[in-house]
Nanobody, 125 residues
């Protein structure tokens, strides 16, 4: 069982930046992928970004590519999501998730085994 705890959400003006952090209770799976998803009111949960823990390979949704950066910290067992040039349409609850057993980087929420409780990000115009 992997427990994920997110932090760092909040309210920011358009064009601003936020950093989300996700701490995992343990990192013992060699095939672990850590990802971020988001869900806006009335919309389905969507993939944002993910990183393979061992290799550092990353994947981004087109809507955030070039603005968001995902990174990992071995010492802290954590994954950060740096969000720059935020837009009102980035407003959502952001969830940290972990997937085990995939050779690549899964992008569907159904492929992730563990989830955090979510953190609210609100971007004002």
């Amino acid at each position: 069982q992997v427990r994920l705890v997110e932090s760092g959400g909040g309210l920011v003006q358009a064009g601003g930046s936020l950093r989300l952090s996700c701490v995992a209770s343990e990192i013992t799976f060699s095939s672990l992928v850590m990802g971020w998803f988001r869900q806006a009111p009335g919309k389905e949960r969507e993939f944002v970004a993910a990183i393979r823990w061992n290799s550092g390979s990353t994947s981004y949704a087109d809507s955030v590519s070039g603005r968001f950066t995902i990174s990992r910290d071995y010492a802290k067992n954590s994954v950060d999501l740096l969000m720059n040039s935020l837009k009102p349409e980035d407003t959502a609850v952001y969830y940290c998730a972990a997937a085990v057993g995939y050779p690549g980087i899964p992008t569907r929420s159904s492929e992730y085994n563990y989830w955090g409780q979510g953190t609210q990000v609100t971007v004002s115009s």
